[in-house]
């Protein structure tokens, strides 16, 4: 069977990435941070990054309201502000979503790891204990991916409504243009609204979850 060049490449950087993330992991341990440890780091930056995000999107909405009730003065400013808004709210989701990618690949690695060891245990009792607390990390994890996944997938309406109506303005500078956005404000409000609200949701669940691994050590 002959493999096509993207194939052979595919696997290739798979391989490199492979040995680039296996190489991190031996030189944390060296210096003794385990995977555990790297993945309670990974969950805290998500916290603190879905905080951040969380004031931009705020941000956002108040310059769009700003916008809606323009009564006079230069148009064009509005709309950089505006434009500038939904660049700095794109970057922040980016950052969310790569944050919750990082956590994914530690928590695997970490979940394969600690399977395979259970059976070079001696003891019964000891492997037993330790897959009881593998059962319940995987599970208190399981929660708190779906919450992070909930609050990420939040992030694509408010983004959408924001980039649709950076366009319509961009090309409509004019007050009637305005009077147009104003129909676009409340769902906007409102999905802003439902995304506050998961991400504070996730928020918890990322210091629940934090504080249950500190437990553990």
Same mark, same amino acid.
């Given at each position: 069977?002959? &493999?096509?060049?993207?194939?052979?490449?595919?696997? $290739? #950087?798979?391989?490199? #990435?492979?040995?680039?993330? !296996?190489?991190?992991? %031996?030189?944390?341990?060296?210096? $003794? +941070?385990? /995977?555990?440890?790297?993945?309670?780091?990974?969950?805290?930056?998500?916290?603190?990054?879905?905080?951040?995000?969380?004031?931009?999107?705020?941000?956002?909405?108040?310059?769009?309201? %700003? +916008?809606?009730?323009?009564?006079? $003065?230069? &148009?064009?400013?509005?709309?950089?502000? &505006?434009?500038?808004?939904?660049?700095?709210?794109?970057?922040?989701?980016?950052?969310?979503?790569?944050?919750?990618? /990082?956590?994914? !690949?530690?928590?695997?690695? #970490?979940?394969?790891?600690?399977?395979?060891?259970?059976?070079?245990?001696?003891?019964?009792?000891?492997?037993?204990? %330790?897959?009881?607390?593998?059962?319940? !990390? @995987?599970?208190?994890?399981?929660?708190?991916?779906?919450?992070? /996944? @909930?609050?990420?997938?939040?992030?694509?309406?408010? &983004?959408? !409504?924001?980039?649709?109506?950076? =366009?319509? =303005?961009?090309?409509?500078?004019?007050?009637?243009?305005?009077?147009?956005?104003?129909?676009?404000?409340?769902? *906007?409000?409102?999905?802003?609204?439902?995304? *506050?609200?998961? *991400?504070?949701?996730?928020?918890?669940?990322?210091?629940?979850?934090?504080?249950?691994?500190?437990?553990?050590?």
């Amino acid at each position: 069977m002959k &493999l096509t060049f993207r194939a052979l490449l595919g696997a $290739g #950087l798979l391989v490199l #990435l492979t040995g680039c993330q !296996t190489a991190y992991y %031996s030189a944390m341990e060296q210096v $003794g +941070v385990h /995977k555990r440890d790297i993945l309670v780091d990974r969950v805290a930056d998500v916290r603190d990054s879905q905080t951040d995000a969380q004031e931009q999107f705020k941000d956002a909405l108040e310059q769009f309201r %700003s +916008v809606v009730q323009f009564d006079g $003065g230069d &148009l064009d400013k509005m709309y950089n502000s &505006l434009q500038a808004e939904y660049d700095d709210s794109v970057d922040a989701a980016d950052d969310v979503r790569n944050r919750i990618e /990082k956590v994914e !690949t530690v928590a695997e690695d #970490l979940f394969e790891e600690w399977n395979e060891e259970l059976g070079k245990y001696k003891s019964r009792d000891l492997r037993n204990q %330790s897959a009881r607390k593998l059962r319940e !990390t @995987r599970q208190r994890y399981s929660e708190l991916l779906r919450s992070l /996944k @909930r609050a990420e997938k939040r992030m694509e309406p408010v &983004l959408a !409504t924001l980039q649709d109506n950076v =366009l319509y =303005l961009k090309h409509n500078l004019n007050a009637r243009a305005i009077g147009a956005l104003k129909g676009e404000f409340r769902g *906007m409000q409102q999905d802003i609204e439902l995304l *506050m609200r998961d *991400m504070q949701r996730a928020i918890k669940e990322s210091d629940s979850f934090i504080k249950s691994m500190d437990n553990q050590a």
